[in-house]
């Protein structure tokens, strides 16, 4: 019969007790770390390849400041641009609510919202958890703690914010959205434009908003706390609409954060002059 007591804590003669989680003496006494005999370490290093790749490339980029906007495209790490040091863009979101005192790179101030989106999501939560703190590596492949404590402590209880965090996806959605369309405007203001850069933007535009909707936030919001489906037919048919995003929820993440890194490169090229937009009309 359990005694209620912590596995934990030190024992009536002052030493410490035999440890919990993964290594309970209540589990199975196996010597080695795991018995699998497949190469389970390669999906969690290439989760950490690839995510460390976005996150140096994404840092290089969001402190540059510059060559972000070829007209009429706009690089999505930088939009909407909020700072009085934008460069000035024909018809783009560009408001300048930071005066001229804030002089780093404007892409700081609005990164920060689709940024904690994805680090608090919660398919991005378990790929950095296995692939950089091996919390843990892989199905059957033990952590290499003693302890467990989840998302119930700082820092990581501040995960909990996701839900918020997509309210604010949606906003940017948005406006990436307005910012494709505009895409299609010629130099002369009129709808007469069509170029490759047009087409990236399209397709990470229809990327992002797929993925942000496959949320599992959304989900809850769109179906949660309903009783009977039947009642609500409207909003079942979102839910269901909602949970087949969310089942391809992994790819739709992978699949938009390399759109917005090509879409932001793009602009890059071309707004340093590596070559002109292919237009097809």
């Known amino acids: 019969m359990s005694t209620g007591t912590d596995p934990q804590a ?7 007790a035999p440890p919990g989680g993964v290594h309970s003496p209540s589990r199975a006494a196996i010597p080695t770390r795991h018995l699998r005999t497949d190469r389970w370490w390669l999906a969690p290093a290439a989760t950490a390849a690839g995510l460390f790749a976005f996150v140096v490339y994404s840092t290089w980029r969001a402190f540059a400041g510059d060559d972000y906007y070829a007209e009429p495209y706009v690089s999505p790490f930088y939009s909407p641009c909020i700072a009085q040091n934008c460069v000035p863009m024909k018809g783009g979101a560009n408001w300048e ?32 958890y296995r692939g950089f703190w091996a919390s843990p590596p ?16 700082l820092p990581l209880i501040l995960q909990n914010v996701h839900r918020y965090f997509f309210y604010f996806a949606l906003i940017v959605a948005g406006i990436l959205t307005y910012d494709t369309v505009l895409g299609f405007r010629d130099e002369h203001g009129g709808w007469g ?3 490759l850069g047009t087409l990236i933007l399209l ?10 909707l496959s949320c599992h936030s959304c989900r809850h919001i769109v179906g949660g706390r309903l009783k009977h489906f039947s009642r609500h037919p409207v909003r079942y048919r979102l839910w269901g609409w909602v949970s087949a995003l969310n ?14 890194a090509v879409a932001d490169f793009y602009v890059y090229l071309l707004a340093t002059g590596a070559f002109d937009d292919p237009r097809f009309f």
Not at 10 to 16: D, F, N, V
Not at 203 to 212: E, G, R
């Open 10 to 16: 030190p024992t009536s003669a002052g030493r410490e």
């Open 97 to 128: 609510i930071f005066g001229a005192w804030w002089g780093l790179s404007p892409a700081l101030l609005i990164l920060i919202f689709p940024l904690g989106f994805r680090l608090t999501c919660y398919y991005y939560r378990k790929a950095y």
């Open 138 to 153: 892989a199905c059957a492949v033990a952590e290499p703690r003693s302890r467990y404590t989840g998302e119930t402590r």
């Open 193 to 195: 434009h069509m170029g």
């Open 203 to 212: 397709v990470n535009i229809a990327l992002i908003w797929a993925y942000t």
């Open 247 to 260: 089942a391809r929820h992994a790819l739709l993440a992978w699949a938009s954060l390399i759109s917005v």
